[in-house]
C-alpha cells in the first residue's frame, strides 16, 4: 500500500487532455515536501518528467504539467500522443512517528486510445 | 553525456549475496549524492539507499537495513550495492540514480533523481 495515491490507469484519445493525480496527508505532500513526476515507458527505465512540482526539464514538451495544492499533487498531459502510453508516477517524502522516508505512488498506467 | 551502467544482477538463492555496481560518466560522479531504487516485477518504485558524495553519509530503506550495503569508489567513477542475505522479496530489478537537490537556482526537498540507469535484474529463488 502506497503513502501516495495514484490512480492505477488512466485513458484517453490522441489530442486530448488526461490528469493523474497523486494524493498524500498531512505527512507528507501537505507537509510541504515537493512532489516530482517521472514516466516509465514499456522495458525501460524512470524518466524524470517534472521536478518540483512543476518544472520539466530540458527537453520535455510543455505538453506535461504538474501541480501542486494541499496534500495532493497532478500531472496533466495535454494534447495526448501515442508516446506518451507509459506508467506514471510521484515521488515525495514521507515523515511520521513511524519514520521518515522518500515514497513513490503506486503509478499510473496511461492508454492512448 | 550522462551515463550510468549497472551490473552484477543474477540469480541468487534466498540467503546468499550479490554485489550490484554501477559505473558512471559523462558528469562529475563525485559532485552528486547517489541512490539505488528498485522495482519488484509488475510492480512499482522503491528507493532503496542512498550516499553522500564522500561517502560520509549513507541511508537505507527499513526493509534492508543490516542486510544491504552502499559504496562508492569515487577514483573509478563507480556505485556499488552490496547486497546479503537475501529474500524472495528482494526480487526486483535495480536501477542507480543520479540525485539533485537543486537546480536552476532553487532547491527542492526531497531530492529527485534526474538520472537513470538501464538497470540490472536480481532474481533471489531457489
Known amino acids: 500500500q502506497s503513502v501516495l495515491t495514484q490512480p492505477p490507469s488512466v485513458s484517453g484519445a490522441p489530442g486530448q487532455r488526461v490528469t493523474i493525480s497523486c494524493t498524500g496527508s498531512?505527512?507528507?505532500?501537505?507537509?510541504?515536501?515537493?512532489v516530482h513526476w517521472y514516466q516509465q515507458l514499456p522495458g525501460t527505465a524512470p524518466k524524470l518528467l517534472i521536478y518540483?512540482?512543476?518544472n520539466r526539464p530540458s527537453g520535455v514538451p510543455d505538453r506535461f504539467s504538474g501541480s501542486k495544492s494541499g496534500t495532493s499533487a497532478s500531472l496533466a498531459i495535454t494534447g495526448l500522443q501515442a508516446e506518451d502510453e507509459a506508467d506514471y508516477y510521484c515521488?515525495?517524502?514521507?515523515?511520521?512517528?513511524?519514520?521518515?522516508?522518500?515514497?513513490f505512488g503506486g503509478g499510473t498506467k496511461l492508454t492512448v486510445l | 553525456e550522462v551515463q550510468l551502467v549497472e551490473s552484477g544482477g543474477g540469480l541468487v538463492q534466498p540467503g546468499g549475496s550479490l554485489r550490484l555496481s554501477c559505473a558512471a560518466s559523462?558528469?562529475?560522479?563525485?559532485?552528486?549524492?547517489m541512490s539505488w531504487v528498485r522495482q519488484a516485477p509488475g510492480k512499482g518504485l522503491e528507493w532503496v539507499a542512498n550516499?553522500?558524495?564522500?561517502?560520509?553519509?549513507?541511508y537505507y530503506v527499513d526493509s534492508v537495513k543490516g542486510r544491504f550495503t552502499i559504496s562508492r569508489d569515487n577514483a573509478k567513477n563507480s556505485l556499488y550495492l552490496q547486497m546479503n542475505s537475501l529474500r524472495a522479496e528482494d526480487t526486483a530489478v535495480y536501477y542507480c540514480?543520479?540525485?539533485?537537490?537543486?537546480?536552476?537556482?532553487?532547491?527542492?526537498?526531497?531530492?529527485?533523481?534526474?538520472?537513470w540507469g538501464q538497470g540490472t535484474l536480481v532474481t533471489v529463488s531457489s
Open positions: 540514480a543520479r540525485q539533485l537537490y537543486c537546480s536552476g537556482g532553487s532547491c527542492y526537498s526531497p531530492y529527485y533523481f534526474d538520472y
Open positions: 559523462g558528469f562529475t560522479f563525485s559532485s552528486y549524492w
Open positions: 550516499i553522500k558524495q564522500d561517502g560520509s553519509e549513507k
Open positions: 498531512s505527512s507528507n505532500i501537505g507537509a510541504g515536501y515537493d
Open positions: 518540483g512540482n512543476s
Open positions: 515521488q515525495s517524502y514521507d515523515s511520521s512517528l513511524s519514520g521518515s522516508r522518500m515514497v
